[in-house]
């Protein structure tokens, strides 16, 4: 049963020109002789999905990857008159596509501007050539320079930065050369993720083996810590855990996102939430070429719930009381309501009105506020 009638798409672009030791991503080097094929199954996805949800009308766009500005233009011109064909776009539709350094071109960017596209998130990560060599991306500090001027001269203000922290050989004032050097560029938004290792990858073999050596707790922390008051101080208002936004300028699908709005998840290794299933297209591309059925997980009533506050605990506002009596149909204090009291106590969260959010020490550890939800 639906939700509503606004939704938000995903569109996920899985090639890459070369894979960051870091990454665990569903994105596909050397494959680029895939992309004609690729974007034919999106479209036929996009018109199966239209007529399935009833042409419901779209209000937030995101093309992630994988490096969509890989992607030949004809085919993201392509790809999007086929979504708009199928899809009613909201007029004030935020559209995002995601960019990385060393692969933007003039082309690209006029198909971007005739897709419709008025949102960029440019994959940057680090303003030190070191850093970024270390971490096997195919730009330099001086590319992100060149790519922010390009977006600019093609008229495209709003923009986002990614970068990391918690890297290998990174201190406090490798992070802080990295905002100056980000907050110059002005962009409208400003996301910061911690190094995961994953398994699987080549960073997780170089920690393991002794080759990489990640900061400690702490000094990891004084990283976080810095980001915070830095941007802060520039006048970026933290709303989530990871992102800093001008006044304005926060990430509409991702709001939606976190706050358990729908979305359709099309091309490999999408994601979508639609009703009470969460599903994931066939991860390789090949597979979802021969249109391998995707996952599908049916989420119990004590599962949407957990997601509520899982997703909710993020947002620094918090978790509105009030919507998540309207989803559930529940009060939260009788869900959760002992859970909620000691953890209140321990100063890891605090009612702010409606609203429950974790303090600034909760934000630090989130993830040990949210198993206490798992109790």
């Known amino acids: 049963m639906m939700s509503e009638d ?16 870091y990454c665990d991503f569903p994105s596909y080097p050397g494959m680029d002789q ?12 996009l018109r199966d999905k239209a007529f399935q949800l009833g042409h419901r009308k779209i209000s937030t766009v995101y093309m992630g990857g994988g490096t969509p ?9 392509d790809l999007m008159q086929t979504a708009r064909n199928e899809f009613p776009f909201a007029e004030d539709a935020e559209i995002s596509i995601e960019m990385n350094p060393g692969t933007v071109t003039d082309e690209f960017l006029d198909a971007a501007q005739r897709s419709g596209f008025n949102r960029i998130s440019i994959g940057a990560q680090s303003a030190d050539d070191r850093l970024l060599k270390l971490l096997g991306r195919i730009h330099s500090s001086d590319d992100i320079c060149k790519t922010v ?13 990614d970068m990391m922290i918690g890297l290998p050989d990174q201190d406090l004032n490798d992070v802080t050369d990295t905002l100056q050097c980000f907050l110059a560029l002005k962009p409208t938004h400003i996301s910061c993720y ?15 083996s002794g080759e990489a050596v990640l900061p400690d707790e702490d000094l990891e922390r004084a990283m976080y810590d810095t980001v915070r008051s ?23 699908h991702n709001l939606d996102c976190w706050n358990r709005k729908e979305y359709l998840g099309i091309g490999a290794a999408a994601a979508g939430f639609i009703g009470n299933r969460r599903t994931r297209n066939a991860m390789s591309i090949i597979d979802y070429c021969n249109k391998v059925e995707p996952e599908v997980i049916e989420l119990s009533e004590s599962d949407e719930m957990f997601e509520s506050v899982m997703l909710g605990l993020r947002l620094t506002r918090g978790l509105s009381k009030n919507d998540f009596y ?23 969260l605090t009612w702010d009105e409606e609203y429950l959010r974790c303090t600034k020490r909760g934000l630090d550890l989130q993830n040990m506020v949210l198993t206490e939800f798992l109790q």
Request: charged share 25%; hydrophobic share 35%.
């Open 149 to 161: 001027a390009k977006i600019r001269s093609q008229g495209f203000y709003n923009f986002n930065l």
């Open 34 to 45: 895939w992309q004609s094929r690729v974007i034919e199954r999106m479209k036929e996805e």
């Open 326 to 348: 309207e989803r559930h149909h529940k009060d939260i204090c009788q869900v959760y309501g002992a859970v909620i009291e000691r953890l209140i106590g321990q100063g890891l």
């Open 230 to 252: 830095t941007l802060e101080k520039a006048g970026y208002h933290q709303y989530e855990i990871s992102n800093y936004a001008l006044e304005g300028f926060e990430c509409r």
């Open 194 to 208: 911690s190094l995961i290792v994953e398994e699987g990858t080549r960073m997780f073999d170089r920690v393991q």
């Open 6 to 21: 606004r939704l938000g798409l995903y569109l996920h672009i899985p090639f890459c020109r070369s894979k960051c030791v």
């Open 69 to 77: 500005s890989t992607l030949a233009p004809d085919l993201l011109n």
